[in-house]
């Protein structure tokens, strides 16, 4: 066979998926084994989702609603912007994909941070577009060489906040002397998977933000279903942004990209607050419970404004997964990021919290690593 791949395809890495559970545990010969890697909700989803879906699953013969109209409403009203300013996604990825699509043409450049979301840049990649990568400092986007990185090929800034991996939030002053500094004609996104864990004190102003004012560079929100509300199943997300913006959005969106189940999951995932607040509720229990225990095994722990925290086990973490993947937890090894000596770990149930905390203890006895 001969195909003709362009070399910006070519040079792509494919995104590494992690293999089934079931899978590893035929593997490793284990079973039970719970997964703290992926950083979903572990008590989603809420019973109205599932009633929901189990009502509507006679209606799989019907096309979804092309417009989104009643998830798009009811977003709109929950966050207090216009339907116009809101944009749905097969996950908040396809949002990143139509921003690339919509003003991405070959040669443009994307700015973005590393350690980050690995999509920005294979998305811009496939694109033509050129990656401009900036580091983190101190575990933070560095606002200041993100700005000096600017020129005037760029079209584009992502900037996940709270980050992954980190769990970091940008200060929203900072944010607000950044955006003041940047041009007219870059689009800054603001990758807000993780904001219903993050502190009020550190919320942006949604409507403040993507309202667009004159001599102010555009912003775009992104945020999903796939966290807080639990449904990285149904692959729901959406972007809010300035109405001129979406519409440049809607003209590379293909119909029915969100399917007849996704519309009616979420629909009933933002009828249930009750549900959403205990999930919260619970996440920053685990969170401050797990980052307390882990300091006695010799471990550091960082802060974090997200449902995941990294932990530096001051030895190879590549090896530590391995070791607690045979005692049946899965955690995800921090190597590929560039940090060889963390892991980054879900909050799990209370029951999964205290399973981690033992094969942690074990395996660092084991390796010698305190």
């Given at each position: 066979?001969k195909?003709?791949i362009?070399?910006?395809?070519a040079a792509?890495t ?7 559970i079931?899978e590893?545990e035929?593997?490793?010969g284990?079973?039970g ?11 989603g989803p809420?019973?109205?989702v599932?009633?929901a ?15 989104c109209?009643?998830?798009t ?6 966050i207090?912007v216009d339907?116009a300013e809101?944009?749905?996604g097969?996950?908040?990825n ?5 921003l690339v699509?919509a003003?991405i043409?070959?040669g443009?450049e ?6 980050s979301f690995l999509?920005?840049?294979?998305i811009?990649?496939v694109r033509g577009?050129?990656n401009?990568v900036?580091?983190?400092?101190d575990?933070k986007?560095d606002?200041e ?15 996940d906040n709270?980050n992954?991996p980190t769990?970091?939030?940008?200060n929203p ?14 689009i800054?996104?603001?990758?807000e998977a993780y904001?219903?864990?993050v502190d009020?004190a550190?919320r942006v ?6 309202r667009?004012?004159?001599?102010s560079?555009?912003?775009v929100l ?9 449904l ?6 959406f972007?809010?942004m300035?109405a001129?913006v979406?519409?440049c959005l809607?003209?590379v969106?293909q119909?029915?990209n969100?399917?007849r ?8 995932a933002?009828?249930?607050e009750?549900f959403?607040?205990q999930t919260?509720?619970?996440?920053r229990?685990g969170?401050h419970f797990?980052?307390?225990e882990?300091g006695?095994?010799g471990?550091?722990?960082y802060?974090s404004q997200t449902?995941?925290f ?6 190879d973490?590549?090896t530590?997964y391995r070791?607690m993947?045979?005692r049946g937890?899965?955690?995800?090894s921090m190597?590929?990021y560039g940090?060889?000596h ?9 029951e999964e919290?205290?399973?981690f905390l033992?094969?942690l203890?074990?395996?660092?006895d084991t390796?010698g690593?305190?």
């Amino acid at each position: 066979m001969k195909l003709n791949i362009p070399d910006n395809i070519a040079a792509i890495t494919p995104y590494p998926p992690g293999k089934p559970i079931d899978e590893l545990e035929r593997e490793y010969g284990i079973t039970g084994s719970i997964k703290l890697a992926s950083n979903e909700n572990p008590w989603g989803p809420s019973s109205r989702v599932v009633t929901a879906l189990h009502e509507e699953l006679m209606s799989l013969n019907r096309y979804p609603d092309g417009s989104c109209y009643y998830l798009t409403e009811a977003i709109a009203e929950k966050i207090g912007v216009d339907p116009a300013e809101i944009v749905l996604g097969n996950g908040s990825n396809e949002v990143i994909e139509f921003l690339v699509k919509a003003f991405i043409r070959e040669g443009d450049e994307v700015i973005t941070s590393h350690p980050s979301f690995l999509m920005y840049q294979k998305i811009v990649q496939v694109r033509g577009g050129v990656n401009r990568v900036v580091p983190l400092s101190d575990m933070k986007h560095d606002l200041e060489g993100v700005h000096d990185t600017i020129s005037e090929k760029t079209r584009l800034v992502f900037l996940d906040n709270p980050n992954n991996p980190t769990g970091t939030v940008i200060n929203p002053v900072d944010l607000h002397g950044f955006l003041c500094k940047v041009p007219e004609s870059v689009i800054v996104v603001l990758d807000e998977a993780y904001v219903d864990y993050v502190d009020k004190a550190f919320r942006v102003d949604t409507k403040n933000l993507v309202r667009h004012r004159r001599g102010s560079c555009p912003v775009v929100l992104l945020r999903t279903f796939s966290k807080a509300y639990g449904l990285p199943g149904l692959r729901v997300g959406f972007g809010i942004m300035a109405a001129e913006v979406a519409a440049c959005l809607h003209r590379v969106r293909q119909p029915f990209n969100i399917n007849r189940m996704a519309q009616v999951g979420a629909l009933a995932a933002l009828d249930d607050e009750a549900f959403y607040q205990q999930t919260l509720d619970n996440t920053r229990k685990g969170l401050h419970f797990l980052s307390g225990e882990v300091g006695g095994f010799g471990c550091i722990s960082y802060p974090s404004q997200t449902n995941f925290f990294l932990i530096d086990i001051r030895g190879d973490a590549d090896t530590l997964y391995r070791e607690m993947l045979c005692r049946g937890v899965i955690v995800r090894s921090m190597s590929s990021y560039g940090f060889p000596h963390f892991i980054r770990v879900t909050v799990g149930t209370e029951e999964e919290n205290i399973r981690f905390l033992a094969a942690l203890k074990d395996c660092m006895d084991t390796l010698g690593y305190v």
